[in-house]
Each structure stands twice: as C-alpha cells, then as structure tokens.
C-alpha cells in the first residue's frame, strides 16, 4: 500500500537501518497492526530485508479497528532489486513500491524520481 499525508502525519522521525545513500530507490509499504510507535518495526517472516522505518510521535493515535496498534512506514529491498543486483530483474525500471530515499522525511511521501 502507498503512503498518504494522512497515512503518515504522526511520524517525528525516519530511521535508516542500513546506509540507503547509494541505494537508487527502496521500497515503501505501509504496514498495519504495529503494536510500538518508536521502536523497529519487526521485520520477521516477511520477504526481503528492512532498512528503514518510521518513529511515530509519542501522542500518535492508534488504529481504528485495532487500539494499541499502530500503521507505520516501512522500508525495505528485496534479494533481486537494483541495490542487491546490478543486473538483476531491475537494473532499469522499479517495482510499483519504489521511492527515491532520498526523498523521504518524516510526514512526506517518498517519489519515485528519474534517478530510481
């Protein structure tokens, strides 16, 4: 899922697990059901490796449908995309999730831009 403004409004802080300055893009997913606002979003069980996420303001309102449980920004890559490969699967083009990292901050949208 992408992100909206209104998806991500609580956000303070984007946290790079890994050095993303020579990634050309990386993947943004919203993920639901999230039950800590600050710390790492877990990552266990699901494909691809995370190196980023988003910190949520301390006040931020939980879900809905779900109290205590919170939506949060994900970054991640996957075994076959351009930073792990080269010439893999995306050596040009990017898949439907890809922002440029560079454009992501807290409270705004990754893009997909020309360098991605």
Request: proline share 6%.
């Amino acid at each position: 899922m992408r992100s909206r403004p209104e998806d991500i409004k609580h956000e303070v802080e984007i946290v790079w697990t890994e050095d993303v300055s020579s990634f050309d893009y990386v993947r943004e997913t919203l993920v639901d059901g999230v039950g800590t606002q600050r710390r790492p979003v877990s990552w266990r069980g699901q494909v691809g490796r995370r190196v980023g996420y988003a910190v949520l303001k301390t006040n931020a309102p939980s879900d809905r449908d779900a109290p205590g449980m919170f939506t949060r920004r994900v970054f991640w890559v996957k075994e076959h995309d351009r930073s792990e490969q080269t010439d893999g699967a995306y050596s040009s083009g990017a898949p439907s999730e890809a922002v440029d990292p560079r454009t992501v901050a807290p409270r705004v949208c990754g893009e997909l831009t020309e360098r991605a």
